[in-house]
C-alpha cells in the first residue's frame, strides 16, 4: 500500500516540477516581452530625437514622408506588441494555477504518507510498551516465586 502512495507522490512532485519549470519559462517569457517593448519604445524616442535633428537641418518633403511612414510602423508595431501583452500575462496566471493545483495534490500525498507513517509509529511504540509491560509483569512474577 505504502508503494503505491510512493508511487504517487512520486509522479505528483514530478508533475509539480514540470509545472515550475512552466511557470519559470511563462514569467521568462512575459520578462522578455516587456524588454521587447522597452527596447521598441527606445528605439522610437531615438528616432524622433533624429527627426527632429534633421528637420532642423532641413529636410525635404519627400525625406519627410519616408521618415514619417517609418515612425508610423514603429508605433504600429508597439501598439501591436501592446495587445500581445494580455497573452504573457494570461499564460503566467494559467501556469501559477496549474502548479499550486499540482502543489496542493503533492502535499496531499505526503500528508497521507506522514499519517502512515505516525499512524506505524504508534502502532510500533504500543507494541514496545506491551511488551516491556509483559516483560516487567513477568519479571515481578517470578521475585515474588
Same mark, same amino acid.
Given at each position: 500500500?505504502?508503494?503505491?502512495?510512493?508511487?504517487?507522490?512520486?509522479?505528483?512532485?514530478?508533475?509539480?516540477?514540470?509545472?515550475?519549470?512552466? !511557470?519559470? &519559462?511563462?514569467?521568462?517569457?512575459l520578462?522578455?516581452?516587456? #524588454? =521587447? $517593448?522597452?527596447q521598441? *519604445?527606445?528605439?522610437? %524616442?531615438?528616432?524622433?530625437?533624429?527627426?527632429?535633428?534633421?528637420?532642423?537641418?532641413?529636410l525635404?518633403?519627400?525625406?519627410?514622408?519616408?521618415?514619417?511612414?517609418?515612425?508610423?510602423?514603429?508605433?504600429?508595431? !508597439?501598439? &501591436?506588441?501592446?495587445?500581445?501583452?494580455?497573452?504573457?500575462? #494570461? =499564460? $503566467?496566471?494559467?501556469? *501559477?494555477?496549474?502548479? %499550486?493545483?499540482?502543489?496542493?495534490?503533492?502535499?496531499?500525498?505526503?500528508?497521507?504518507?506522514?499519517?502512515?507513517?505516525?499512524?506505524?509509529?504508534?502502532?510500533?511504540?504500543?507494541?514496545?510498551?506491551?511488551?516491556?509491560?509483559?516483560?516487567?509483569?513477568?519479571?515481578?512474577?517470578?521475585?515474588?516465586?
Amino acid at each position: 500500500m505504502d508503494s503505491a502512495f510512493d508511487f504517487l507522490l512520486e509522479q505528483a512532485t514530478e508533475r509539480e516540477n514540470n509545472a515550475v519549470l512552466a !511557470l519559470n &519559462k511563462a514569467q521568462s517569457e512575459l520578462e522578455s516581452y516587456y #524588454q =521587447q $517593448v522597452a527596447q521598441i *519604445e527606445r528605439y522610437r %524616442l531615438d528616432y524622433c530625437a533624429q527627426l527632429v535633428e534633421r528637420g532642423q537641418a532641413g529636410l525635404t518633403a519627400s525625406q519627410y514622408g519616408h521618415l514619417n511612414r517609418f515612425l508610423t510602423q514603429l508605433d504600429e508595431t !508597439l501598439t &501591436k506588441q501592446k495587445q500581445a501583452e494580455g497573452h504573457f500575462k #494570461q =499564460q $503566467v496566471q494559467h501556469c *501559477e494555477e496549474h502548479w %499550486l493545483e499540482m502543489r496542493k495534490q503533492r502535499k496531499s500525498y505526503q500528508w497521507m504518507l506522514d499519517k502512515k507513517q505516525q499512524q506505524r509509529q504508534q502502532l510500533e511504540a504500543k507494541r514496545e510498551q506491551k511488551m516491556m509491560d509483559e516483560f516487567a509483569t513477568l519479571l515481578a512474577s517470578r521475585r515474588s516465586n
